[in-house]
């Protein structure tokens, strides 16, 4: 369930509000749920340029990867949603 309250954001984020092709961030947990694998990851450029907006800084969310994804990238590395 915890997940889902981070799924949302993160796939609003990386769908919508970004007009590159890709759409990165660091990996900062790894964790399976239900039989699916997720990357718990800070977006790039998530942090708000207006000091005046209380809620500034990073946008955390989780990606949902394959086996294979999962296996191939370690915390710390830089994911990429195409």
Same mark, same amino acid.
């Given at each position: 369930?915890?997940?889902? !309250?981070?799924? $949302?954001?993160?796939?609003? &984020?990386?769908?919508? *509000?970004?007009?590159? @092709?890709?759409?990165? %961030?660091?990996? =900062? ?6 039989? !699916?694998?997720? $990357?718990?990851?800070?977006? &790039?450029?998530?942090? *708000?340029?207006?000091? @005046?907006?209380?809620? %500034?800084?990073? =946008? ?23």
């Amino acid at each position: 369930m915890k997940a889902l !309250k981070f799924l $949302f954001p993160v796939l609003f &984020f990386l769908f919508i *509000s970004c007009g590159d @092709d890709r759409n990165c %961030g660091e990996i =900062v947990q790894k964790f399976t749920e239900n039989g !699916k694998y997720y $990357f718990a990851m800070i977006a &790039f450029g998530g942090s *708000s340029s207006n000091s @005046d907006d209380p809620s %500034g800084g990073d =946008v955390f969310g989780d990606a949902e990867v394959t086996l294979e994804v999962y296996n191939s990238f370690n915390i710390g590395d830089e994911y990429c949603v195409n």
